[in-house]
């Protein structure tokens, strides 16, 4: 399952619909998996504006990946101009290549990295999602739903 998945995920029973402690899932003895993709920066500067930062936040730093920004980057707006005065190039091109590095960072985390094995666990009702190979187990047993 990839970073990015968990972040449209939330817990489904019904008791927790109304709760915002279901969402993010918490992930749990998460068995992590780095696997290469072609580098996709429309994709990613498109996606960036439906994902919820601060759910992206704790479940980065509860995997590890604790140096996203605080705020989350607009990778669709133009770079910012560089000051007229001093060296314009040199500073544009630091600013792209910052901006490149943080595009580049954020495309690791939220389409290589994939949780192989572990759990999601609710932040309300403590209810366990499996993940095995990959995939997540989201149904529940009848006394829940």
Known sequence: MKILTANFLTCVVKAC?????SFPLHFRDAELEQ???EYNPTFLANILPRIEWEALKITATELGFASLP?????L?????????????LAE????E??????????????LETTV?????????????????EGIANFLLPNHLV
């Open 17 to 21: 619909k109304s709760s915002p402690r």
């Open 76 to 88: 669709l707006s133009p770079a910012p101009d560089a000051p007229v005065d001093s060296e314009p």
């Open 70 to 74: 605080a705020e989350k980057p607009d």
């Open 116 to 132: 192989k094995e572990g759990k999601m666990v609710c932040g309300n009702c403590g209810h366990e999602y499996k993940i095995k």
């Open 97 to 110: 290549e910052a901006r490149e590095k943080m595009a580049r960072d954020l495309h690791k985390l939220l």
């Open 35 to 37: 696997v290469e993709g």
């Open 92 to 95: 544009s091109t630091e600013v």
